[in-house]
């Protein structure tokens, strides 16, 4: 607003985009907390059949005194092997999130960090669309707020929080600096999409390419908020079954000595 002197206005569109920015992380949030309660609950009952469970049954199996099946007998392995290893495989774990987390922080680290983030199945496309959203809506108001260009390029790689949009905008700058127009700079980056690329396109023609950007910014929007929802009428079910058939086959190897003795 103070680059473009028209602050009141800028302020104005910054507010709605804000909130629409908030609630689409409210429903991303939202979507997230069954899935990871889910995972949790799986994790902690794991551990709980591990070191509690397992080894009770052992104790019958070896008084029974006969030949176990195939995945009884690695059930009872794993366990065992957990009790005398729980220690280290959480040590070891924590070593490996400080490694990872160290190597996000280098410049390096944290463009591999994007690019395996954009290309997760599912989540990556998510995370893709929120990121077009945040640059179209941005591109948008700055330009229709009367900043310049490049003004807006630059402000823009401080904006999309993402290493691999970051160097795309970069390189995008330098050849819109080199005389070529806004939606061939972005095309060579090889990172938007072609439809974005075409809005762009067209707004050059026409003179509003700020008006078809805040466009491009509603599409990719309602694109997250759907992807959301689908999302979470997919991963529930898929949860459900997969705690079910962990469970189930841990509860069935546990007992099957039992049943074939009996």
Do not use: C
Request: hydrophobic share 50%.
């Amino acid at each position: 607003g103070e680059v473009s002197g028209q602050l009141a206005e800028t302020l104005d569109e910054l507010s709605v985009y804000m909130e629409t920015v908030e609630e689409t992380q409210r429903k991303v949030k939202s979507a997230m907390y069954y899935p990871v309660f889910i995972v949790g609950f799986l994790a902690v009952t794991l551990f709980l059949t591990f070191t509690f469970i397992i080894p009770r049954f052992k104790t019958v199996y070896d008084q029974l005194n006969a030949d176990l099946p195939y995945y009884t007998v690695l059930l009872v392995n794993m366990a065992s092997w957990f009790q005398h290893n729980f220690i280290g495989f959480l040590f070891f774990l924590f070593l490996i999130f400080i490694v990872i987390w160290m190597a996000t922080l280098t410049d390096s680290g944290s463009l591999v960090k994007d690019k395996l983030i954009l290309k997760t199945p599912i989540f990556g496309n998510l995370v893709l669309q929120n990121l077009l959203s945040k640059f179209s809506k941005t591109f948008g108001i700055l330009v229709g707020s009367g900043v310049s260009i490049m003004a807006s390029m630059h402000l823009l790689e401080k904006v999309v929080d993402n290493r691999v949009f970051e160097i795309a905008i970069q390189k995008a700058t330098k050849n819109i600096e080199n005389g070529i127009n806004i939606s061939r700079a972005l095309k060579e980056t090889e990172v938007f999409p072609p439809i974005m690329i075409q809005l762009f396109s067209t707004g050059e023609e026409t003179g509003e390419i700020d008006s078809l950007a805040l466009k491009a910014a509603d599409f990719y929007s309602k694109q997250v908020a759907a992807s959301v929802d689908r999302l979470t009428s997919v991963i529930e079910p898929l949860l459900i079954v997969l705690v079910g058939v962990v469970i189930g086959a841990i509860v069935v190897a546990t007992y099957l000595p039992i049943f074939n003795f009996g």
